[in-house]
């Protein structure tokens, strides 16, 4: 993207015209939560003004304009993800929702003496559900290593004939690694172990074909999209969908209720219990349209530059550690000066208008790894400048000076 | 020197300041003045849990004045404890009890103090006063 273009696409967001501190806001942390476009807040705004109903089996017309609606935005993120059919779309309210759904139907069907093979790179949204199924089952828990540069160490040893699942992330949300999920889905197969993939971070910034990945499951999060918060995608192959019990009880997941016994309805319907969160899906779809409207390889191509940019300048700062310095990596620069505590790098930054996230990011396991308390994390997005990179990186370097 | 006047010589020392960095500046030097905890104290019971940077507080009687001693790991956090810590350190325990803490909000550093900042520091206000609280039911009236 040129320069012109950016500029161009940043008027779709209105926050990006926000100041804070009394400066023009330059948000990097897109991995967190990115903003919303105009098109997106309008489809929500439009949905309520226009098309608003309960879904499914209305006989009036604004149930079937919002049953539209919400199953329109389910083939827009079948298109999205490049699933076969509708029906391998679920809804839920984000990522974190998506993983649930899966460990806790998948871990109904484990017992003593089989494993959960999860990575040190995981999102605790990746960890706790699989140790929490483990729990019930009995199942062990085992864990592919890292390498210091952040990349998986995956060998196919690690699968056993007790693999029944591997749990991966496709993009690490706290040093931007690409995992070779091609490869660990193969693997996987081979020994008969399914595979779920958290896409949360590889969803803003890759284009997506679950079915030329053959992953089992892949789970995406809407608001790092582009699209709404509280609205998110489980897509799973029908027959894995069919098989998997559901997670929660209730209305629209079933297809006949006696006192004696119940059964289910068929995927989707079977996975989202009760009314859906049918304004977000419609805003998730006008999400999609969105990012395929910009280019999904456009925005990977322009973050990738940032990237670099970044990192480039900010290796210049004497004592400036980047951490995840793999060769394939997203649009993330996890970072430390010297021994400065994160807190303060990203409490004066935001003094200056720069919004980057400190902390853990909810991957103790890896900040373990480094023997360090968080780092400091600035991520990419489709409507970040060049300019807003370099502000950033003086900004690091006022800050660098700051607390020497 | 009463809490109220220590407070407001913060006040002043920080009205000197015309731009953020300054007083950054200036915050991050007071957390390096900070009476230090004893490295044994450094312990989990003295920890106050605040997710991203960690604070360590103690406090003493001493003729009848609570002595507080703290660290922290990151400096901005430091020196606003060392703010905390100048306005309530060796005074009473009744008055840190009543003593209000809205002079940050007068130097513009409330934000520090908020409920939704992952810092600790609120629940380190509140445990300076608990510890108060504490020694003054322990001594009953007589300092009361
Ligand atoms: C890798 C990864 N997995 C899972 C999640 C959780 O996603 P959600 O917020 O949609 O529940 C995140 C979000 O921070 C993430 O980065």
Redesign the pocket.
């Known amino acids: 993207m040129t320069a012109d273009e950016v500029q161009e696409l940043r008027k779709e967001f209105p926050i990006l015209g926000e100041h804070v501190h009394g400066q023009p806001l330059i948000y990097l942390d897109n991995?967190?939560s990115s903003q919303k476009p105009l098109q997106v807040i309008d489809a929500e705004a439009q949905y309520y003004r226009h098309s608003h109903s309960n879904v499914h089996r209305g006989v009036h017309q604004m149930s079937q304009r919002a049953t539209e609606a919400f199953e329109q935005a389910r083939e827009k993120t079948r298109v999205f993800l490049n699933a076969r059919e509708t029906a391998e779309i679920i809804f839920t309210k984000?990522?974190?929702?998506a993983?649930n759904t899966v460990a806790h139907g998948f871990g109904q069907t484990l017992s003593k003496g089989d494993e959960v093979l999860i990575s040190h790179l995981e999102?605790h949204?990746?960890i706790v559900p699989w140790q929490m199924a483990c729990e019930r089952s009995g199942a062990t828990l085992k864990v592919i290593p890292m390498k210091t540069d952040g990349t998986l160490d995956w060998s196919e040893e690690l699968l056993t004939e007790a693999t029944r699942i591997v749990a991966v992330?496709h993009v690490?949300?706290a040093l931007g690694t690409i995992n070779p999920v091609e490869r660990i889905i193969a693997d996987a197969h081979a020994k008969g172990a399914q595979v779920l993939i958290?896409g949360?971070?590889s969803g803003p910034h890759m284009a997506i074909d679950v079915q030329a990945l053959d992953a089992d499951y892949y789970c995406i999060?809407?608001?790092?999209v582009y699209g709404p918060t509280g609205i998110?995608v489980l897509y799973g192959k029908l027959d894995r969908l069919k098989e998997l019990p559901p997670y929660q009880g209730g209305g629209d997941m079933i297809k006949e209720v006696r006192f004696e016994g119940t059964t289910y309805a068929e995927p989707p319907f079977k996975f989202e219990a009760g009314t859906p969160n049918i304004a977000g899906a419609v805003a998730l779809g006008a999400a999609f349209d969105f990012m395929a409207s910009v280019g999904t390889e456009r925005i990977a191509r322009h973050e990738e530059s940032l990237r670099k940019l970044g990192e480039e300048a900010l290796m210049e700062i004497d004592g400036l550690r980047i951490y995840g310095t793999a060769k394939n990596k997203a649009s993330v620069i996890s970072f430390l000066i010297g021994t400065n505590h994160p807190y303060d790098t990203g409490v004066l930054l935001d003094q200056m208008g720069i919004a980057i996230r400190t902390g853990h990011h909810?991957t103790q396991p890896i900040m373990d790894h480094y023997d360090i308390p968080g780092t400091a994390r600035a991520s990419f997005a489709a409507y970040n400048t060049e300019e807003e990179v370099l502000k950033f990186v003086d900004g690091v370097k006022r800050v660098a000076q700051m607390l020497q | 020197m009463t809490i109220q006047q220590a407070q407001t010589e913060i006040e002043e020392e920080f009205e000197l300041f015309d731009d953020w960095m300054q007083k950054y500046e200036h915050l991050i030097e007071l957390g390096k003045d900070l009476p230090q905890i004893s490295e044994e104290h450094k312990d989990d019971e003295h920890l106050i849990k605040g997710c991203q940077s960690r604070v360590w507080l103690d406090a003493r009687l001493e003729n009848g004045r609570v002595r507080y001693s703290a660290d922290g790991d990151a400096l901005i956090t430091k020196g606003i404890i060392s703010l905390l810590v100048r306005s309530l350190d060796d005074q009473p325990a009744a008055d840190i009890v009543e003593a209000d803490l809205k002079f940050i909000d007068r130097i513009g550093l409330k934000e520090h103090l908020s409920p939704t900042r992952a810092n600790g520091l609120l629940s380190m206000a509140k445990q300076m006063k608990f510890y108060a609280l504490a020694f003054q039911a322990q001594n009953g009236d007589a300092y009361g």
């Open positions: 991995a967190a984000g990522c974190t929702d993983i999102h949204s990746n992330n690490s949300n958290d949360a971070q999060s809407g608001h790092k998110g909810c």
